[in-house]
């Protein structure tokens, strides 16, 4: 045991700070060169690597450096998007105190807060941030705990309390010992969590199933194509460039920056309407939001204390009560409940008001404050503000007043009862009803988010009485869970709202909606909040957040209210839409682009495109065709979700309606116009561009492919597409030249082929569930 009237020595101390560590927050970073070399490994990248080798192997060097500057590209975009966790982590260790005061060797003295061990004993006062977790052994602090607990009031706690580190003492003074630092505290729990949580986003995800779906297709395609080739005993140095160029055909090189343009585009879109993405990834995640999981205090509620009602007893007006109230309430002080009721004193005011003379703060063990005043008569009056039952034990008993007590608090509401009178014969003049009003927009908010098809449940760390009447004034409806800590087993799908929860609970919570299939949205304000804002897919900070939880989150509401929440589903759902053609195209063009290899091969005995020409539709195709992150579309009525199952069929069945049509051009000019194999070739690459074309215009719209208007940068994008290869075509660059008549009958035959297109999308969309 330590001696409190000493402390630790100093030598205690070191001795102390060499077993535990320092009262710190362990910082774990990541060397930047590793991070950019994770970017060189996932799928699309080892499919444009084996390219590379490949070309390599075969000595094109000029090919194998411009597939070389695309792997390049896609790892550029990505590498801003991974810098979270270590600010999150930073954010929580700035709301620690600097230093500490701390008693050692029987002297009080300060010390760097990551100095200070377990078994220290240390003074508390007025404005100090707890520097790690305590047991209180003298004095009373008013301690507001709200950024680590979610309790909307400050505790006024005393001898034997517990007090965590990053709490703000608003009053008193206190000496405690260290029960714990660094990362044994609450708040070092709460960084571990943020530390280790994380969620598979669903770019990774999609990507992965698209690079899976279309290597397991075309993979097996090319194999064919590879014994064909055998079969017709084609010399090797014409089988692996064929290979190679089915290589190629199958990457959808271009797919992973489409995802980090189009969050990109979404982002900016969102910074001009007051919300921030601090990770593009939450833009996407926000099109899939089903369930969001709000906390209460400065979220749904304003977090600021407001005088609700007044009950004056028989005798009393409301003015006056206030005005009592007012007198017995510290000036200027940081207690919140003085401040708002001075604030409703200010508001209706009364003339003839006493004029005080004395006042004494509030005494946590009497649990009242007391004032002297004196009225325009020159009666003396007293003036005692507190808990209803020491209030009541002061003064004439009032019949009504329990009753009323009992009501108010029914209702959620913390109620104060004042007192007042000549010294030692006051009688109660009334009760003050206090408590945390929602914000103004937090139903409507709540009511549009279900028009959209997001269920919002209710998070609090605050009791569940309170968490009711708040719930009940925002619309949001449904069983309540008030027990902690949330079992193992829990099953969640059932409960609205979840009542006096741990910072533990909000991050299992998350955990358990999404282990049931949800995508999850976590809005908060607190450092409690950080763990369940970073594991969830879109974590929200409102403009008061703490820059804990603003770290932690990949949104933050840079503007009063929640209606940014709103324009991030949406925007969320418009960037899906994007993001979703240019995938759908991906699937359609690569398995078009490989089966049209094999058919080709059939009908002229050699490759028909090769690695140059591959890689010449690679750059002014899948590139160009990223314009669509900025293209004009409806975002969904309901939240989405990514269908690659459905996806990959509805590509392939298109693509057949686009091989159809590739193969009877390639058949129309060798057999009817009677081109040469190398004329074919161009013939190829103009056909795969003016139908990829095609294909996008209609995989863009979900209804007919007129039923909107395309953004101006992808028929721009289209027109560069179309322009270089009708030019190099038609003159002979890279391959051999074309009549205009045959490339404007090209261009034609497209235009028709979109709209029977067209006619089977929309059977397509509907079967497959593609909105």
């Avoid at 009497?366 to 003036?383: C, N, P, W, Y």
């Avoid at 074309?693 to 027109?719: C, D, T």
Wanted: with cysteine; net charge neutral.
């Amino acid at each position: 045991m330590v001696d409190v009237t000493i402390g630790l020595t100093g030598g205690e101390a070191r001795e102390r700070l060499d077993q535990g560590g320092p009262n710190a927050i362990a910082e774990i970073a990541q060397h930047p060169l590793w991070r950019a070399l994770r970017k060189l490994w996932a799928p699309v990248p080892w499919m444009l690597e084996a390219a590379i080798l490949l070309q390599l192997g075969l000595g094109k060097y000029v090919e194998a450096g411009l597939v070389a500057l695309l792997l390049l590209f896609n790892a550029a975009l990505a590498m801003f998007q991974e810098r979270r966790a270590q600010a999150t982590l930073n954010a929580l260790k700035s709301r620690l105190a600097l230093i500490s005061p701390v008693r050692r060797d029987g002297n009080w003295t300060t010390v760097p807060v990551a100095q200070l061990v377990q078994g220290d004993v240390i003074k508390l006062s007025l404005g100090a941030v707890v520097s790690a977790d305590v047991h209180l052994l003298d004095g009373s602090v008013l301690l507001d705990q709200s950024m680590l607990t979610g309790e909307s009031i400050p505790a006024e706690v005393g001898a034997g309390a517990d007090a965590f580190a990053g709490a703000l003492v608003r009053r008193g003074e206190a000496v405690a010992v260290v029960t714990a630092t660094g990362d044994r505290t609450k708040f070092g729990r709460a960084a571990e969590l943020v530390r280790t949580a994380s969620v598979e986003s669903s770019q990774q995800k999609v990507v992965l199933r698209v690079v899976r779906n279309l290597v397991l297709f075309n993979g097996a395609v090319t194999l064919v194509l590879a014994a064909y080739a055998f079969l017709l005993a084609m010399p090797l140095a014409e089988i692996i460039p064929l290979l190679l160029v089915a290589v190629l055909s199958s990457i959808p090189v271009a797919l992973p920056s489409m995802f980090t343009l189009a969050a990109a585009v979404g982002a900016r879109s969102l910074a001009s309407r007051g919300v921030l993405p601090t990770s593009l990834s939450a833009v996407d995640e926000a099109a899939g939001i089903d369930i969001l999981c709000a906390d209460k205090t400065g979220t749904l509620t304003r977090n600021e204390l407001t005088v609700m009602t007044v009950r004056p007893m028989p005798g009393f007006d409301e003015a006056h009560v206030l005005a009592l109230a007012a007198m017995a309430s510290s000036d200027g002080g940081q207690d919140l409940v003085d401040m708002a009721i001075r604030a409703a004193a200010t508001a209706q005011p009364t003339a003839d008001a006493p004029k005080l003379v004395t006042f004494v703060p509030f005494d946590p063990v009497m649990k009242r404050s007391e004032a002297t005043a004196r009225r325009a008569d020159g009666v003396v009056l007293q003036i005692v503000k507190g808990a209803f039952g020491a209030i009541e034990g002061l003064s004439r008993p009032q019949p009504i007043a329990s009753g009323i007590v009992d009501e108010l608090q029914a209702k959620g509401l913390r109620v104060l009862a004042v007192a007042a009178g000549p010294p030692g014969e006051v009688v109660m003049a009334g009760l003050i009803a206090l408590s945390d009003p929602p914000r103004e927009d937090s139903a409507a908010l709540i009511a549009e988010l279900g028009g959209l098809g997001v269920r919002t449940v209710m998070v609090t760390g605050d009791a569940r009485s309170t968490a009711e009447v708040v719930a009940a004034a925002i619309g949001i409806a449904g069983p309540v869970w008030a027990t902690t800590p949330l079992p193992d087993d829990f099953r969640v799908e059932g409960f609205s709202i979840f009542a006096g929860v741990l910072p533990e609970d909000k991050y299992r919570l998350v955990k358990a909606l999404q282990k049931d299939g949800h995508t999850v949205g976590m809005c908060g304000d607190g450092a409690n909040d950080a763990p369940a804002l970073r594991q969830a897919q879109m974590g929200i900070a409102v403009s008061t957040a703490t820059d804990v939880a603003k770290s932690a989150a990949g949104i933050v509401l840079t503007e009063p209210g929640l209606g940014g929440i709103v324009v991030a589903v949406k925007e969320g759902r418009t960037t899906f839409q994007r993001i979703l053609t240019y995938t759908l195209r991906s699937i359609i063009h690569k398995v078009v682009q490989v089966l049209f290899l094999a058919a080709g091969l059939m009908i002229t005995g050699h490759a028909i495109l090769t690695p140059t020409l591959m890689v010449l539709m690679m750059v002014t195709g899948d590139f160009l065709a990223m314009s669509s992150s900025t293209d004009n579309v409806r975002p969904s009525p309901r939240p989405n979700i990514w269908r690659i199952h459905n996806l990959t069929i509805a590509g392939i069945i298109m693509g057949a309606v686009d091989l159809t049509f590739c193969v009877s051009s390639i058949v129309a000019g060798k057999f009817v116009i009677g081109l040469g194999t190398e004329a074919l070739r161009t013939l190829a690459v103009v056909t795969l561009v003016f139908s990829g074309q095609a294909v996008f215009y209609v995989a863009r719209e979900r209804r007919r492919l007129w039923s909107s208007r395309p953004g101006r940068w992808l028929v721009a994008s289209s027109i560069i597409d179309v322009a270089i290869i009708g030019l190099l075509a038609s003159n002979g660059v890279l391959m051999t030249a074309l009549p205009i008549s045959i490339l404007a009958g090209v261009f034609i035959s497209a235009i028709i082929f979109a709209l029977v297109l067209d006619t089977a999308k929309l059977i397509l969309f509907r079967r497959l569930a593609i909105a």
